[in-house]
């Protein structure tokens, strides 16, 4: 009790004598303005009303994901970045590497003590070990600084440093996503994840079954890769190198539109010829990011009604049991923001930081604080395992509402 009593002293004397109801407002606000947003997204979605069907839930994903988010990341990090301030960001990519590392070791550890039911080991390590670095964070940013009284300050600078800091990392956990995750959520040798225990099928018949399905189309790219070598010149061996590559390194999955935006914010950003060309308030071709702002206002109700619409089919019937989601959802929201509380503090002490810099540390802080990410669902639902992908999110985000309202408040203790 003597701590609590510490605790809720030292919170009510932050930013100059706020009390603790204020301080409690301010970080449990933004998170209740996510949780009535997402709640009117699940009632469209429900039966009773059924204006979010799944089609248009599938369109209105499609949108936020093609149009929206890219025009949000290139008009804010755009007018943020510079050359100087990428180099001063460079622990913000590193954060998220850190963060995939702690957070599948933790994962790692639950996994082996709680034992999954087969074939989802590696499963559970991935949904407590990747969180969601881009869209949650970005949209409690939005309603954290939309508040005037946020301990950040300007609300618009708050707003831009915010969403650049996220979106500045956010192609690092695109390629974490597409390369760790896609290899980590491969199907079992049976070739699928809906395996009938009680007839599972002979290993010489899974093996001949895996390698009808997967080996001869190998073989063929080997054989396509050979006979262009052979017989081409020396511009179809560049160009079958670069197909190879292309295809290896699954760059057309890596390079989603919010990943080019990104790249083109800080490719324009970096150069001061070309970033007082777009981004300036009076430059010729500020009409341009001007559309990308209005457009980008509108992704955040867009993807909380999106976000809480795909939650409608979210509880399903999981194979994954009572007990494994139940580690889940506790590993991933109470474990592994300890972790990186540490990995924040210990990097602010080495001096990796920016100076005197409250959201730089706030949004690394958030980075480890997320629920499961919605784009390694995404990857699960191609691998074949997205029934118990969804029902994984339904929960990990419904409890994540509270424990993302105690962790805020804990983090503007620290930082303030």
């Not at 957070?103 to 999954?116: E, M, T």
């Not at 050979?226 to 292309?246: H, M, Q, R, W």
Request: charged share 15%; proline share 6%.
């Amino acid at each position: 009790m003597e701590t609590m009593r510490r605790f809720l002293s030292e919170v009510g004397n932050q930013g100059g004598g706020e009390s603790v109801l204020t301080s409690i407002k301010i970080a449990v606000l933004p998170i209740a303005k996510v949780f009535t947003m997402c709640f009117l997204g699940f009632l469209m979605a429900s039966k009773y009303v059924n204006i979010l069907s799944a089609s248009g839930r599938k369109l209105l994903n499609a949108l936020v994901f093609s149009l929206l988010l890219p025009c949000l990341i290139f008009s804010q990090l755009g007018q943020a970045v510079t050359l100087e301030k990428m180099i001063q960001w460079w622990f913000i990519p590193a954060n998220v590497v850190l963060a995939a590392i702690t957070g599948s070791l933790i994962g790692f550890v639950v996994a082996s003590i709680v034992r999954p039911p087969y074939p989802f080991y590696k499963f559970t390590i991935v949904q407590i070990g990747i969180g969601n670095i881009g869209n949650v964070p970005l949209v409690l940013i939005g309603a954290l600084c939309r508040d005037k009284s946020n301990p950040f300050g300007d609300t618009q600078k708050c707003n831009t440093d915010g969403t650049a800091y996220i979106s500045f990392g956010q192609w690092v956990g695109a390629v974490i996503v597409y390369t760790y995750v896609f290899n980590m959520l491969a199907p079992p040798p049976e070739g699928t994840f809906d395996i009938d225990n009680e007839s599972l099928p002979l290993k010489s018949n899974a093996k001949v079954e895996g390698s009808a399905d997967q080996v001869p189309l190998l073989n063929q790219k080997e054989e396509v890769t050979s006979t262009t070598v052979s017989n081409d010149s020396t511009k179809g061996e560049i160009k079958a190198f670069f197909t190879f590559l292309y295809d290896k390194l699954k760059l057309e999955q890596i390079l989603q539109p919010p990943i080019i935006a990104s790249i083109f914010a800080m490719v324009i950003g970096a150069v001061p010829f070309l970033k007082g060309l777009i981004f300036t308030a009076d430059a010729p071709l500020f009409f341009f990011t001007d559309s990308c702002m209005i457009l980008g206002e509108a992704m955040i109700p867009c993807i909380l009604l999106a976000l809480g619409g795909n939650l409608i089919d979210g509880p399903g019937s999981s194979k994954l049991g009572f007990q494994t989601t139940a580690a889940i959802i506790f590993a991933r929201l109470v474990l592994v923001p300890p972790a990186g509380l540490g990995i924040v503090m210990l990097a602010d002490k080495l001096g990796f930081l920016p100076p005197n810099d409250k959201m730089f540390r706030f949004v690394l802080l958030l980075q480890h604080t997320m629920p499961t990410s919605v784009l390694a669902g995404a990857v699960a639902n191609l691998r074949g395992c997205g029934r118990d992908a969804a029902a994984v999110l339904f929960w990990v985000h419904i409890f994540a509402v509270f424990s993302m309202s105690g962790w805020i408040i804990l983090y503007l203790n620290i930082l303030f």
